[in-house]
């Protein structure tokens, strides 16, 4: 049995023994045996991804409701909007934008569709996490020459990787955005290394793919990049005519939504830029910066990576680890330079797990000649297993230091509804209660209570207020710190639009909140623990 799952472990690359252009061989058919191991092990592998995904499926960060807000708002034909009339791009994501409003727009067939729209976009995302799995194996089969169930051990890793998982449980975009990078590093690769007559039917595939790769998130043109200079460094610095068709297409893809986006937004950099990036924007130390510490010492293998994939590439096989060691380098440089995310080994790391993986189970290829060939093979498999259940432990120990608790999905199943999920279900319910439409909401948490309630919203933090997002003041990781001392700008910008309610918190969190809140707020609700609602006290839109 053993000797079956690492067939393909000691075999030779595909594509260093290939020349240009040359024909991939055609997968044979796995005699009876084989077959029925290859079927037990593609089970374990999706029961190890479901069963891992479930330990994360509560995660639900705040961002995404802003995403929704805006693809909302879109689809209810009001335009690109955060507030109606405000031309904000408070969003880093357009993509998932266009992709949350369709959804929220088929769920509205069927009544509120705002309860259901995070439910929704979390089921799509383990559907977008299964089809990362198979573009993984198929690179791993078809790329770098594996067996059919050798070419599961990447894919185990994946489904062991807590940033991975993370992501794909949450409803961030980041789950879609991965699954379109690992095609693209499938597909460009088969694209380069296809026989010439099929080159123009993979191109046709590739244009749609890319296009939307580069329209999903802030970041992708960096990441394209990548792709871009790997496809030349493949033809060794000569493009075909339908390299020239895919470049041109995506140029204009490209240039049309960024002609677009200045000519609805006004401006080339969108907020989350200036609230979160701007104010720490430099390049850090390689180890210095603790997003990526944290991401080395909870999930990686430290710099020991980096300098296997060198030792990889450069020594064994260079066509087959170019494409994942050039998304690995890029989102690295990347990192550094805005010296990452709040969450620590989440977002930006996680785009790049597929190629990690695919490169850690790269290093088994390498020669130890002094090891008989069954042995090996037996360390091989030990080592993939091993990785996989550290993998899975440090994500677990990382999703406790968020804090959240594991499996907490899983356990309150008997008693599940999908409002459930949203984290302020109490507050937003009170203020669809208790709040005019018409009135206006200051908010710390500027997501899903906007989101649900459809209320005009000053967010505090200034990634959809682009006065705020420019502001002087105290900056932590997220981006404006409100501390609600009058004599701060932001303060006093948000008291001079005199919003009818503030609500506060959960980052200032008071034990016993005050009965009047700025001079002129009162206290008018604590609908759940760490949020308080002020009215203002001469506003006639709270009841």
């Given at each position: 049995m053993y000797g079956a799952m690492c067939q393909g472990f000691g075999r030779e690359n595909a594509l260093s023994s290939l020349p240009a252009n040359a024909t991939m061989p055609a997968m044979k058919p796995l005699a009876k045996e084989g077959r029925w191991l290859w079927v037990a092990a593609c089970a374990a592998v999706v029961l190890l991804y479901l069963g891992h995904l479930s330990a994360y499926f509560d995660f639900t960060a705040d961002d995404p409701g802003i995403t929704f807000r805006y693809g909302a708002n879109l689809f209810d034909g009001r335009g690109l909007v955060y507030n109606p009339g405000e031309h904000i791009e408070g969003y880093s994501n357009f993509g998932h934008v266009?992709?949350?409003g369709l959804i929220y727009k088929c769920l509205s067939l069927f009544g509120d569709a705002r309860w259901g729209v995070l439910f929704a976009v979390k089921l799509l995302n383990v559907g977008f996490g299964l089809a990362t799995g198979y573009f993984i194996y198929r690179y791993a089969v078809d790329i770098a020459g594996r067996g059919r169930v050798a070419g599961l051990a990447p894919v185990l890793l994946a489904a062991a990787n807590g940033a991975l998982l993370i992501n794909i449980a949450s409803p961030l975009e980041t789950a879609a955005y991965i699954?379109?990078?690992?095609?693209m590093m499938w597909g460009l690769a088969c694209y380069v290394t296809g026989p010439p007559e099929r080159s123009a039917r993979r191109a046709v595939m590739l244009a749609p793919l890319g296009s939307a790769i580069l329209l999903w998130r802030i970041d992708s043109p960096m990441l394209f990049a990548a792709f871009v200079a790997a496809l030349v460094l493949l033809r060794?610095?000569?493009?075909?005519r339908s390299d020239w068709w895919l470049l041109g297409i995506w140029a204009v893809v490209f240039g049309a939504y960024t002609v677009f986006r200045f000519?609805?937004?006004?401006?080339l950099l969108n907020n989350p830029f200036y609230t979160k990036v701007r104010h720490r924007m430099g390049l850090a130390a390689p180890f210095g910066s603790p997003y990526v510490a944290g991401f080395f010492r909870l999930l990686g293998l430290?710099?020991?990576?980096?300098?296997?994939?060198?030792t990889i590439v450069v020594r064994r096989s260079p066509g087959v680890y170019i494409l994942p060691l050039a998304l690995v380098v890029t989102q690295w440089l990347y990192i550094l330079l805005v010296?990452?995310?709040?969450m620590a080994g989440y977002r930006f790391w996680a785009v790049v797990v597929p190629a990690l993986c695919l490169v850690l189970t790269g290093l088994l290829d390498l020669p130890v000649p002094w090891i008989a060939a069954r042995p090996w093979r037996l360390i091989k498999v030990g080592v993939v297993l091993v990785v996989a259940a550290v993998w899975c432990s440090r994500g677990l120990e990382l999703y406790r230091a968020v804090p959240q608790e594991p499996f907490r999905f899983v356990r309150r199943l008997g008693g599940f509804s999908p409002r459930n999920l949203y984290p302020y279900t109490a507050t937003a319910e009170w203020l669809n209660r208790h709040v005019s439409k018409d009135a206006t909401m200051a908010v710390e948490e500027a997501g899903y209570m906007p989101f649900l309630t459809g209320l005009a919203a000053i967010d505090t933090y200034g990634l959809c207020n682009r006065t705020l997002a420019r502001v002087?003041?105290?900056?932590n990781r997220l981006g404006l710190k409100v501390t609600w001392d009058p004599a701060e700008p932001g303060v006093r910008y948000i008291l001079s639009q005199k919003p009818d309610i503030i609500v506060v918190g959960p980052v200032i969190d008071w034990a016993n909140a005050p009965d009047r809140f700025l001079g002129v707020y009162r206290l008018a609700a604590s609908p759940q623990a760490g949020l308080n609602v002020f009215r203002r006290e001469d506003s006639t839109r709270v009841h």
């Amino acid at each position: 049995m053993y000797g079956a799952m690492c067939q393909g472990f000691g075999r030779e690359n595909a594509l260093s023994s290939l020349p240009a252009n040359a024909t991939m061989p055609a997968m044979k058919p796995l005699a009876k045996e084989g077959r029925w191991l290859w079927v037990a092990a593609c089970a374990a592998v999706v029961l190890l991804y479901l069963g891992h995904l479930s330990a994360y499926f509560d995660f639900t960060a705040d961002d995404p409701g802003i995403t929704f807000r805006y693809g909302a708002n879109l689809f209810d034909g009001r335009g690109l909007v955060y507030n109606p009339g405000e031309h904000i791009e408070g969003y880093s994501n357009f993509g998932h934008v266009v992709l949350s409003g369709l959804i929220y727009k088929c769920l509205s067939l069927f009544g509120d569709a705002r309860w259901g729209v995070l439910f929704a976009v979390k089921l799509l995302n383990v559907g977008f996490g299964l089809a990362t799995g198979y573009f993984i194996y198929r690179y791993a089969v078809d790329i770098a020459g594996r067996g059919r169930v050798a070419g599961l051990a990447p894919v185990l890793l994946a489904a062991a990787n807590g940033a991975l998982l993370i992501n794909i449980a949450s409803p961030l975009e980041t789950a879609a955005y991965i699954m379109l990078l690992t095609a693209m590093m499938w597909g460009l690769a088969c694209y380069v290394t296809g026989p010439p007559e099929r080159s123009a039917r993979r191109a046709v595939m590739l244009a749609p793919l890319g296009s939307a790769i580069l329209l999903w998130r802030i970041d992708s043109p960096m990441l394209f990049a990548a792709f871009v200079a790997a496809l030349v460094l493949l033809r060794r610095g000569r493009l075909q005519r339908s390299d020239w068709w895919l470049l041109g297409i995506w140029a204009v893809v490209f240039g049309a939504y960024t002609v677009f986006r200045f000519a609805w937004f006004g401006d080339l950099l969108n907020n989350p830029f200036y609230t979160k990036v701007r104010h720490r924007m430099g390049l850090a130390a390689p180890f210095g910066s603790p997003y990526v510490a944290g991401f080395f010492r909870l999930l990686g293998l430290h710099a020991l990576v980096f300098v296997a994939l060198a030792t990889i590439v450069v020594r064994r096989s260079p066509g087959v680890y170019i494409l994942p060691l050039a998304l690995v380098v890029t989102q690295w440089l990347y990192i550094l330079l805005v010296d990452g995310d709040w969450m620590a080994g989440y977002r930006f790391w996680a785009v790049v797990v597929p190629a990690l993986c695919l490169v850690l189970t790269g290093l088994l290829d390498l020669p130890v000649p002094w090891i008989a060939a069954r042995p090996w093979r037996l360390i091989k498999v030990g080592v993939v297993l091993v990785v996989a259940a550290v993998w899975c432990s440090r994500g677990l120990e990382l999703y406790r230091a968020v804090p959240q608790e594991p499996f907490r999905f899983v356990r309150r199943l008997g008693g599940f509804s999908p409002r459930n999920l949203y984290p302020y279900t109490a507050t937003a319910e009170w203020l669809n209660r208790h709040v005019s439409k018409d009135a206006t909401m200051a908010v710390e948490e500027a997501g899903y209570m906007p989101f649900l309630t459809g209320l005009a919203a000053i967010d505090t933090y200034g990634l959809c207020n682009r006065t705020l997002a420019r502001v002087d003041g105290h900056r932590n990781r997220l981006g404006l710190k409100v501390t609600w001392d009058p004599a701060e700008p932001g303060v006093r910008y948000i008291l001079s639009q005199k919003p009818d309610i503030i609500v506060v918190g959960p980052v200032i969190d008071w034990a016993n909140a005050p009965d009047r809140f700025l001079g002129v707020y009162r206290l008018a609700a604590s609908p759940q623990a760490g949020l308080n609602v002020f009215r203002r006290e001469d506003s006639t839109r709270v009841h």
